[in-house]
C-alpha cells in the first residue's frame, strides 16, 4: 500500500518538477552497507521505485559496513567505476575530498535544499569549501532499555546517569534477573570507536579537537574508557561486546538477554518486530545517559553516524547518478521510510512525521546532542589505531591511561605526516 501511494505521489511531484524522466533504459550501480541504518529491503524498495519512474535497471551491492571503504577505493581507481553511487560515511569525506574519488555537487544541490538540513547535517560533507555528498541518513545513537527488568529491579524507570545505570543493573544481576545487564558492540572495528566517543562525550569532553588534534587522553577520554572496562571488571557488561558488532549487539537486545545498550536508530524498528523480537512491550528507546558529574550541564550525549549518497569521479553516468541521489534523498521518499531519522528540517517537525512517529521528539533531543569524529583525510588509519589501543585495555591488557597515550602518540605522528 505505501508503495503505491508513494509511486503515484512520485509521478504527480517528482517526474512533472524534478525531471526524473531518462530517455532509455541504462543501468546504474550502487553500493550500500547491510548492517545500521536504512535496512536492504528499504533499499531495495526505493531503487525499485526509481527503476518504475525512470526505466533504469539499478543494481545493488550490499556489504557489511567494514567492507565498503575497500570497495569504494578499489572502484576509484578502477578505469571505469564498478559503483556510480556510494553511501559515504563522513569520516571518509576528507579523505575522499582530497583524493578527488567523488565529485562535488555544489551545482546541484540548490540554497532551498540546504535551508531546510540542519547546518550539523550538510557540514558533514563539506571539505575544503566544498560539498562532496547530499546527505542522505540522520544516523546517530540513541538509549535502548528493557522497562520490564527496570521494574523487576525494583526502580520506577530508565536512569537518566551512567552512575544510576551502573546501580540498576547490580541489582538486575543481583536478583538473576539477566546474568550481563550491559550489552554493546566493542569488536575492533569503526563501532568501538563511536561508542567510545559517546561515553567521552557524556563525560563532557570530545576525542578531538576543534583543530583535529587528539585530547582524548585527557580527563573525560581516560574516564570513558575506565568505564568501559569497569563495566568488564564488574561483569556487568556481557564479555561478548568485545567481538559484537551493532548487529550481534542488536539481538542480544532483542533476543531478551540484556536490560540496556545504545545502537543506532536502526534498532527501533527492529525492537517492536514481533516477528523477530522477544522484547516487544518491554524494550524502550530514550536520551543516552550522562555521567552525574555532568548532569546539571548536560543532559545527553551521542555519536553522530551521518551517511550521505555521493557519486563517483570515475562515474560514467554523472546525470543518472545525480538523478537517483535526488530521488533516494527526498522529502518525499524519506516521509515514507520513517524508520530512520529523515535529513529534511521540514520532514522531522511535520505533523505527519510526529503522527507516524512518537519518537520523533526523542529523536530530535537527541540528534542535537551529536559529538563527531574527526574530519581528517587520514581518518582510517587515525581510527585503526585508536581502534587499537582501546581494545587492548577492554580485554585488560593495558591500562586505560597508558593505552590512550600510546595511542594518541601514534596518532599525532600519522597527522604530522600528511
Not at 504527480?12 to 526524473?20: K, Q, R
Not at 560533507?125 to 540522520?138: E, H, N, Y
Not at 518491554?282 to 553522530?304: N, Q, R, Y
Amino acid at each position: 500500500m505505501r508503495k503505491a501511494i508513494l509511486i503515484a505521489l512520485c509521478m504527480v511531484v517528482l517526474v512533472a518538477a524534478c525531471g526524473l524522466g531518462v530517455s532509455a533504459k541504462e543501468t546504474l550501480n550502487v553500493i550500500y552497507m547491510a548492517q545500521a541504518g536504512y535496512q536492504p529491503d528499504d533499499i531495495r524498495d526505493m531503487a525499485d521505485l526509481f527503476e518504475f519512474l525512470t526505466d533504469t535497471k539499478v543494481n545493488i551491492t550490499f556489504v557489511k559496513y567494514d567492507e565498503q571503504h575497500e570497495k569504494i577505493v578499489a572502484s576509484a581507481v578502477a578505469p571505469v567505476a564498478t559503483y556510480d553511487v556510494i553511501l559515504l560515511d563522513l569520516i571518509w569525506t576528507a579523505e575522499f575530498a582530497s583524493k578527488k574519488m567523488v565529485v562535488p555537487l555544489d551545482d546541484k544541490i540548490t540554497p532551498e535544499m540546504r535551508k531546510d538540513i540542519a547546518p550539523a547535517i550538510m557540514d558533514a560533507f563539506v571539505f575544503d569549501g566544498k560539498t562532496w555528498a547530499m546527505p542522505f541518513l540522520a544516523n546517530f545513537q540513541l538509549f535502548f532499555y528493557n522497562a520490564d527488568m527496570i521494574k523487576k529491579a525494583g526502580f520506577g524507570g530508565p536512569p537518566k546517569t551512567l552512575e544510576e545505570m551502573v546501580e540498576q543493573m547490580k541489582a538486575m544481576k543481583a536478583k538473576n534477573i539477566v546474568k550481563y545487564p550491559w550489552t554493546d558492540s566493542w569488536n575492533q572495528k569503526e563501532g568501538l570507536v563511536c561508542e567510545y566517543v559517546w561515553l567521552t562525550g557524556a563525560f563532557g569532553g570530545d576525542t578531538f579537537d576543534a583543530s583535529g588534534k587528539p585530547i582524548f587522553n585527557e580527563g573525560p577520554g581516560v574516564k570513558a574508557l575506565e568505564f568501559m572496562v569497569s563495566l568488564l571488571k564488574e561483569g556487568l557488561a556481557n564479555p561478548k561486546c568485545l567481538t559484537n558488532d551493532e548487529t550481534a549487539a542488536k539481538d542480544d537486545f532483542i533476543s531478551g538477554n540484556a536490560a540496556f545498550t545504545t545502537n543506532w536508530t536502526f534498532q527501533y524498528a527492529l525492537m517492536n518486530d514481533p516477528a523477530v523480537s522477544k522484547v516487544v512491550g518491554a524494550g524502550e528507546m530514550g536520551l543516552i545517559p550522562v555521567s552525574s558529574t555532568v548532569a546539571d550541564k548536560k543532559k545527553t550525549a551521542s555519536v553522530s553516524g551521518f551517511q550521505g549518497a555521493a557519486i563517483m569521479a570515475n562515474s560514467r553516468k554523472k546525470d543518472l547518478a545525480w538523478k537517483y541521489v535526488k530521488f533516494i534523498t527526498s522529502p518525499l521518499v524519506q516521509r515514507s521510510y520513517l524508520q530512520e531519522m529523515p535529513v529534511w528540517t521540514s520532514v522531522q517537525k511535520s505533523a505527519y512525521a510526529n503522527m507516524m512517529d512518537e519518537t520523533m521528539a526523542v529523536k530530535s533531543e537527541q540528534i542535537a546532542a551529536v559529538h563527531h569524529r574527526p574530519k581528517v583525510p587520514p581518518y582510517p588509519e587515525v581510527s585503526s589505531i585508536l581502534q587499537r589501543y582501546i581494545h587492548l585495555a577492554l580485554q585488560m591488557k593495558m591500562e586505560p591511561k597508558a593505552a590512550l597515550d600510546k595511542a594518541a602518540e601514534e596518532i599525532k605522528a600519522v597527522l604530522a605526516k600528511k
